[in-house]
């Protein structure tokens, strides 16, 4: 029977590609609209198709042998070849159509009817001036190469070809720090920058201290990646790398992107930036202590004074022993624990840091003048995950529960009410999972949820944040039957000290 389904299934109809604009194009055509003449072989057995891009030299003649138009400098051209995407770029009808017919290296004649060139109707290429567009005429073609590229900018200013693909998949962004090994050329093959030897250019990403166009290629490749970016005249911007761009119509950039440092503006203001110095192991971000872990790590404390003094080094300061915290319970500096949570073990990391994420909202170290800008190098040695509640048994996740209570309820004490509310709702996103299995279970289960569910409508007034301290007291409200209607003419405050009477005969959380 499954085998008839599958069967029936494949003489269903198939929904229908939708047409694209080249083949409607192609539909025009109409034999001995247009002729090929081999002049020379090419070489392989492959032939360009829709996302390579093709590099031609383009000679029109009249029927009689007149030059109207080329690319070869010979024939009165610049010496550029033309670079078309195949199904991207806007190309003549019979270019588009004779081109995929040719092999690297081949040269071909192809005698056009009007139709087939500029005298199409509705053609998207513009006529040259004084182009002879309702004659007949030859287009001589060398098609010097063709490869796969990546369009990274859709008006095709911009292009990649890889030429060695690189490790991994992150790459550069701004503020990123990068090296790479870069010359250019011009259209026509010309050198005009050559940066192959001693060190690789250093650059800081969104910047402007390399084209535009060259930058936004960049951000598209992986460590160790070589490729070639073709850059046209809009997108090259003058830099430091290649201050004087003159007429250049396009720059093909050989790169190989040797190295580059992870930046990052954690509050997009740029006072609080971690800069990675050594890679960790793993995948960025899903191998990070991204939630509340336990923590191990060595980190070095310095004023960003001239000498850099250090206050603190846990290798000096701790016996040599690293630093052990657990994130979320606010034991260490807020910009501290920001920066570690996107680290990955074995990976150091130069936190520059504020007043404000350092040790003005936490308790400072005696050498540590107030409103001090502080560094921290920081070496993630590891972190352990919180347990995982599948397959405890009920008591033991209120065991586990109490404990994260009662950490919530030290934060909240300290002032610490972002923090502390965190805590409560962890565990209330876990209870979800919960299923008590006796009255006894139900009724433990019921007054600690409630009891959460105070705590954080506490937090929230603490907070200022009346409205959601009173959606937080109503979903406690159903479990002491009070009329709703009443219960919400009253303000958070007072809904909240509402329930708290309620729950006085119980053990309250706060």
Known sequence: MAVEEDAEQSYLPQKKKSESDE??????????????????????????SDG?????????RTLDGVVIQSTRSENGGKGIPVRDVLGKSKMILGLLEGIPSMLKGEVSMFKMKPQMHYAEDDCPVPVPSNFPKDDELHFEIELIDFSKVKVVCDDLGVLKK???????????????????????????????????????????????????????????????????IYVRNQYLTPSPLLPEIEDYEEVHFEVELDHFIQVRDMLGDGRLIKRRLQDGKGEFPMDCPLHDSLLRVHYRGMLLNEVKTVFYDTRVDNQGDPLEFSSGEGMVPEGFEMCVRLMLPGEIALVTCPPDYAYDKFSRPPNVPEGAHVQWEIELLGFEMPKDWTGLNFQSIMDEAEKIRVTGNRLFKEGKFELAKAKYEKVLREFNHVNPQTDEEGKVFLD??????????????????????????????????????????????????????????KDTSI
């Open 52 to 60: 390579d891009q093709v590099i031609y030299h383009c000679t029109v």
């Open 448 to 505: 600690t949820r409630n009891l959460l569910h105070l705590n954080v409508a506490l937090c929230f007034l603490k907070m200022g944040e009346c409205r959601k301290s009173i959606e937080a007291c109503n979903k406690v409200c159903n479990d002491f039957k009070l009329e709703p209607s009443l219960f919400s003419l009253f303000n958070g405050k007072m809904k909240f000290l509402m329930i708290l009477l309620v729950f006085m005969r």
């Open 23 to 48: 083949d409607k194009r192609r539909k025009k055509i109409i034999p001995g609209s247009l002729m090929k003449a081999l002049m020379r072989p090419g070489g392989g057995e492959s032939n360009p």
């Open 162 to 228: 890889v030429v060695d693909e690189g490790q991994g998949w992150e790459s550069p962004r701004e503020p990123y720090e990068v090296k790479a090994w870069i010359s250019a050329k011009t259209g026509d093959g010309k050198l005009i920058l050559s940066h192959t030897e001693g060190e690789p250019y250093f650059f800081t990403f969104g910047k402007s201290e390399v084209p535009k166009g060259l930058e936004i290629g960049i951000g598209t490749m992986a460590r160790k990646e070589k490729a070639i």
